[in-house]
């Protein structure tokens, strides 16, 4: 049998498709299968952990129990395609959906799962993002030709992208984190920003309608000119909030 075939028919009996005999697996004080099943729970219990990096505060949300089930679900429904972990977990919320009692009980348990899961991409973006060649920082934009300033397209920072939901998550996360839930309104629709820094902390943090709208169309990579001046009276108020880092000209 060909490495490759082994690699692959192992692969498959990890998500129990196949047995452990036909992996070639020896049979000593343990049988095949046996041996399998060891190697399938330390296979499970590794990527369930990696889930519980990636979404802690689900993990708080769900309970231990029950996100320990889901993890498990996820593990063995998603197979891991390629040696670097560091993007599995991706489409939790998918699996999230075939546990359709637990989405009863919290509604907003996928939403909330995409919210975490876009924080594990922001962190992301420190190690693949790489600024546009004619990117300029923002002081000098006074040296700019006000007749060019049309032209400009203003780029988000590093770590940085726009969320909205129909559950109010932004505010669901910092109730987590204060482990207060008094004044929380989850059923209200929500948008803002998440904001990852260098050193792995973040911010998420929740904007008026205007703002949001005007943070997407920068996302967009649209130049001012082709922005609704209404929007653009929101640009000072996204520039202190520290998520605009650069701009650029054509």
Not at 83 to 101: H, I, R
Not at 107 to 122: D, G, K, N, S
């Amino acid at each position: 049998m060909r490495l490759a075939d082994l690699q692959q028919r192992f692969a498959r009996a990890l998500h129990y498709q196949a047995s452990g005999e036909r992996c070639d697996i020896v049979s000593d004080q343990f049988t095949a299968d046996e041996r399998m099943q060891i190697y399938r729970n330390n296979f499970v219990i590794g990527l369930s952990e990696l889930l519980e990096l990636s979404y802690p505060k689900t993990r708080l949300l769900l309970g231990e129990a029950c996100f320990a089930q889901i993890a498990r679900q996820h593990v063995l429904r998603v197979p891991l395609t390629q040696a670097d972990v560091s993007s599995y977990g991706e489409g939790f919320e998918t699996t999230l959906a075939q546990f359709p009692q637990v989405v009863d009980q919290v509604p907003c348990c996928q939403e909330f799962a995409r919210f975490e899961w876009t924080i594990e991409l922001c962190q992301r973006q420190w190690q693949e993002t790489q600024k546009p060649s004619q990117a300029q920082p923002l002081d000098a934009l006074a040296q700019i030709d006000p007749a060019r300033h049309g032209e400009v397209r203003f780029h988000l920072a590093v770590g940085v992208a726009c969320f909205s939901a129909d559950y109010a998550l932004f505010s669901l996360h910092q109730a987590i984190r204060d482990h207060c839930f008094e004044d929380l309104h989850i059923e209200q629709p929500q948008a803002g920003v998440i904001q990852v820094f260098a050193d792995r902390s973040y911010q998420c943090m929740s904007l008026t309608p205007a703002a949001f709208a005007l943070l997407t169309q920068l996302e967009q990579q649209k130049a001012l000119a082709d922005i609704d001046a209404e929007l653009l009276a929101e640009l000072n108020a996204l520039v202190e909030l520290g998520v605009i880092s650069h701009f650029s000209l054509p």
